[in-house]
């Protein structure tokens, strides 16, 4: 008898505007000193970027460090890197036992003069993972949407 483990597939998405140009978009996730500026949920947290390999299959490792000196590291691997159009990266937290790998793709694209950007984290584990990331990458976003303004 053979038996699988079926991992469902839940996901997020979510859709931004900004007054920028795709390249400002991209360059911001893919600049080091830009990543610094917005990469966690917070305005009072620090980003410390470990490694950032950009390129297909270069990894990254990204510590989002708060006031109180709890640290939460990412990290995971380039699967597609489309300058100024779009990104997708593995995502995995050290601090996972699991160690369950999701996927995030960034797509980004002109309309009607401004930059449109749309996220999708998939391959999470349970509606609960859905609804922390979906409250990081929320606080992610607004910290990106005052980085470009």
């Known amino acids: 008898m ?14 931004r505007q900004f007054n920028a140009s795709k390249q400002s978009v991209y360059e911001a996730w893919t ?7 917005w990469f966690a949920p917070a305005s009072e947290m620090t980003t410390i970027i470990h490694l950032l390999e950009l390129k297909v299959g270069g990894k990254y490792r990204i510590e989002m ?6 640290s ?18 593995t ?12 996927l995030v793709t960034i797509d980004i694209k002109e309309i ?7 996220l999708t984290h998939e391959k999470l584990a349970s509606q609960e993972l859905v609804d922390l990331h ?16």
């Open 31 to 37: 600049r080091e000193e830009a990543l610094t500026s």
């Open 134 to 149: 979906s409250e990081g990458w929320l606080g992610c976003l607004v910290q990106l949407e005052n980085y470009i303004k």
């Open 91 to 102: 995502w995995e937290w050290e601090s996972d036992e699991q160690n369950v790998n999701s």
């Open 65 to 70: 460090l708060e006031t109180n000196g709890t």
């Open 2 to 15: 053979e038996t699988a483990n079926a991992v469902e597939n839940f996901s997020l998405t979510m859709t």
């Open 112 to 118: 009607e003069g401004k930059t449109e950007m749309t």
């Open 72 to 89: 939460h590291v990412v990290r995971g691997e380039y699967v597609e890197l489309n300058p100024f159009d779009q990104l997708v990266f």
